[in-house]
């Protein structure tokens, strides 16, 4: 294949976006629309491809363009591939390469859509308030993908989903639950934000440790037809504003003396009492 390119040069620009630009440079906030993200894997990439990025480049550990990464490259037409061994790879400083099943692939961003085009149609939703590690918000991704989330809402303070860890950590699940952030005027958190939901239909759960919290098991609120379960920031929680606000406050019970779970293991729990059933 004419565009196998073989690694020579370590300084070259063309591996600027796996070995040396930020995720913030990635972003590129002043010009969204040639913004960049980084996917590991071929499984990744493949969800990736399903929901329509558009592939850029890939990074293509040499025993893998023949195996695994086969399918992938058929895939993407014929952008460049950059390849040498992995001995070689090692030299750009590839933080966690050998985690990537020997494929990166740099993709284009896609324009988000707005709140109302996320959750037209949808029963179950969640907002994630301020939480800035990516780890958490991939794994919340995760959990929301299989315990039947529709849509997850973003406000502007948390990590992007798109960052490579975030990507990482939830197995590309972040191309496959529709979100967006809220940061325009009418969607701004949390008011008017939490009022644009309930216009819509949804009643608003704060998950957060109150002495006037419901459990998690009650039935009036499981019972709910259109619901946004929200999440609050890793360490303070949902800010008092958001949960005076919301139409319910909800805990999650606990024993043995603890308080509180992460933020991402709460959302799994959250997510299978409130939608699984």
Same mark, same amino acid.
């Given at each position: 294949?004419?565009?196998?390119?073989?690694?020579?040069?370590?300084?070259?620009? $063309?591996?600027?976006?796996?070995?040396?630009? +930020?995720?913030?440079?990635?972003?590129?906030?002043?010009?969204?629309?040639?913004?960049? /993200?980084?996917?590991?894997?071929?499984?990744?990439?493949? *969800?990736? !491809?399903?929901?329509?990025?558009?592939?850029?480049?890939?990074?293509?550990?040499?025993?893998?363009?023949? %195996?695994?990464?086969?399918?992938?490259?058929?895939?993407?037409?014929?952008?460049?591939?950059?390849? @040498?061994?992995?001995?070689?790879? +090692?030299?750009?400083?590839?933080?966690? /390469?050998?985690?990537?099943?020997?494929?990166?692939?740099?993709?284009?961003?896609?324009? !988000?859509?707005?709140?109302? $085009?996320?959750?037209?149609?949808?029963? *179950?939703?969640?907002?994630?308030?301020?939480?800035?590690?990516? +780890?958490?918000?991939?794994?919340?991704?995760?959990?929301?993908?299989? =315990?039947?989330?529709?849509?997850?809402? =973003?406000?502007?303070?948390?990590?992007?989903?798109?960052?490579? *860890?975030?990507? *990482?950590?939830?197995?590309?699940?972040?191309? &496959?639950?529709?979100?967006?952030?809220?940061?325009?005027?009418?969607?701004?958190?949390? &008011?008017?934000?939490?009022?644009?939901? &309930?216009?819509?239909?949804?009643?608003?759960?704060?998950?957060?440790?109150?002495?006037?919290?419901? +459990?998690?098991?009650?039935?009036?609120?499981?019972? $709910?037809?259109?619901?946004?379960?929200?999440?609050?920031?890793?360490?303070?929680?949902?800010?008092?504003?958001?949960?005076?606000?919301?139409?319910?406050?909800?805990?999650?019970?606990?024993?043995?003396?603890?308080?509180?779970?992460?933020? @991402?293991?709460?959302?799994? %729990?959250?997510?299978? &009492?409130?939608?699984?059933?």
């Amino acid at each position: 294949m004419s565009n196998i390119i073989e690694i020579t040069d370590f300084e070259a620009a $063309e591996l600027d976006v796996y070995a040396r630009l +930020t995720e913030v440079q990635l972003l590129n906030r002043h010009e969204p629309e040639k913004g960049l /993200f980084i996917a590991e894997s071929p499984k990744v990439i493949e *969800r990736a !491809l399903d929901a329509g990025y558009e592939p850029v480049s890939c990074l293509v550990e040499r025993k893998h363009i023949a %195996v695994q990464a086969k399918h992938i490259i058929a895939r993407c037409g014929e952008i460049p591939i950059y390849t @040498a061994d992995f001995e070689v790879l +090692t030299k750009l400083k590839l933080t966690g /390469f050998q985690l990537t099943r020997g494929m990166l692939c740099a993709m284009r961003r896609l324009q !988000l859509p707005s709140v109302e $085009e996320v959750c037209a149609g949808k029963r *179950r939703i969640a907002i994630l308030e301020n939480i800035m590690n990516p +780890t958490n918000v991939g794994a919340i991704f995760r959990s929301a993908a299989a =315990l039947n989330i529709d849509a997850l809402l =973003l406000t502007p303070q948390c990590s992007n989903p798109l960052y490579r *860890r975030a990507v *990482r950590v939830s197995m590309g699940t972040v191309f &496959q639950v529709p979100w967006t952030y809220m940061e325009n005027e009418s969607t701004k958190w949390p &008011q008017p934000g939490i009022a644009y939901l &309930q216009k819509m239909g949804f009643k608003t759960a704060a998950m957060a440790l109150s002495d006037n919290a419901i +459990t998690i098991g009650n039935p009036k609120l499981m019972a $709910e037809e259109k619901l946004a379960i929200v999440l609050g920031t890793e360490g303070d929680g949902l800010a008092s504003c958001t949960i005076s606000d919301c139409d319910y406050t909800v805990r999650i019970p606990m024993s043995h003396g603890v308080d509180s779970l992460n933020v @991402a293991a709460a959302s799994a %729990v959250a997510f299978w &009492q409130l939608c699984f059933r």
